[in-house]
């Protein structure tokens, strides 16, 4: 059900953002503003975003099969990478479009520059208020929220640069919003490139740590060591641990493995796992590259 209401939200965005759209390219080319332009290419990138996002999650609710063991879970975080991606180009293409502008500032039709940007604005709140609601645990989510409040951002330099350009004349303000626009979007999106790449890396994921992790387990009752230790994440907040547990000869293997697993739920949230029960240690026998 909460992925049900995620989509619902994103589908909602998608159409705010899309009505807009073509509301503020047509007032970026009648205006001659790079910073309405900036932003009506980052809001296309919005609807790019979010329909990614859409179609991640309704795939993902596919089931497993003999060859997708763990189903298609892990294109959300595709889709989240995708998502940080596609910022960083927009703002090398921004940046591209600022720098010929600052050699030769064009002027700008301030005024509905200005009435432009301030209804983007709007829009862009809006669009923010429906996804802040959603789940934050999701990459998924967080990438499509991310692009909504660059898009903010980027209606709020613009109505900025509308006022000083009105009140001054200085076009140069239209190039430099952007290029500090660009700054801000890059700034808002590493973490989540990072952190998708992460997890398709299957590095151990943000706030566990494996030292910990097997202290924990080589604590339950019967076990004497535990090897050959990974924790990764599959997809966002759904984390996944094997190991093999050496544990004493004369010991319950089922009482063990219970007590581990539930030691790992509690502590860790860790509900996927898969640990092989040895009762002498094959450490140094098995393989060892990883």
Same mark, same amino acid.
Do not use: C
């Given at each position: ?26 007032? &970026? ?26 179609? @991640? ?13 763990? &189903? ?34 064009? *002027? ?11 209804? &983007? ?5 809006? @669009? ?93 009752? &019967? ?19 094997? @190991? ?15 007590? /581990? ?8 949230? /860790? ?11 094959? *450490? ?7």
């Amino acid at each position: 059900m909460e992925r049900d209401g995620d989509t619902h939200r994103l589908t909602l965005a998608l159409a705010i953002t899309a009505i807009y759209f073509f509301a503020e390219l047509l007032g &970026g080319i009648l205006t001659n503003s790079l910073a309405l332009l900036s932003d009506a290419g980052h809001m296309f990138s919005d609807i790019a975003a979010l329909a990614l996002s859409i179609f @991640a999650f309704q795939m993902a609710r596919r089931p497993a099969t003999i060859k997708k063991s763990y &189903g298609y879970h892990r294109l959300e975080i595709l889709a989240a990478l995708i998502n940080g991606l596609a910022l960083w180009l927009i703002v090398g293409v921004i940046f591209n479009e600022a720098y010929r502008r600052f050699l030769d500032p064009p *002027e700008v039709q301030s005024l509905g520059m200005l009435v432009v940007a301030t209804l &983007g604005l709007g829009v862009n709140v809006v @669009a923010g208020f429906i996804l802040y609601g959603s789940d934050h645990a999701s990459l998924n989510m967080r990438g499509a929220f991310l692009h909504v409040l660059g898009d903010a951002l980027g209606s709020v330099g613009a109505v900025g640069a509308g006022l000083v350009m009105l009140a001054t004349g200085w076009y140069l303000a239209d190039p430099l919003v952007s290029v500090l626009i660009g700054l801000l979007i890059l700034y808002t999106s590493w973490g989540l490139v990072k952190e998708s790449v992460d997890i398709l890396m299957q590095s151990v994921p943000e706030g566990i740590d494996v030292a910990e992790v097997q202290s924990a387990m080589e604590r339950v009752s &019967g076990v004497v060591k535990i090897h050959d230790l990974h924790v990764w994440s599959v997809t966002s907040g759904v984390f996944t641990l094997s @190991a093999h547990a050496v544990i004493r000869p004369d010991g319950d293997p089922h009482g063990i493995l219970d007590r /581990i697993e539930e030691e790992l739920k509690r502590r860790f949230r /860790i509900e996927h796992t898969t640990i092989q029960l040895e009762f002498e240690d094959r *450490e140094q026998k098995e393989f060892r590259d990883f």
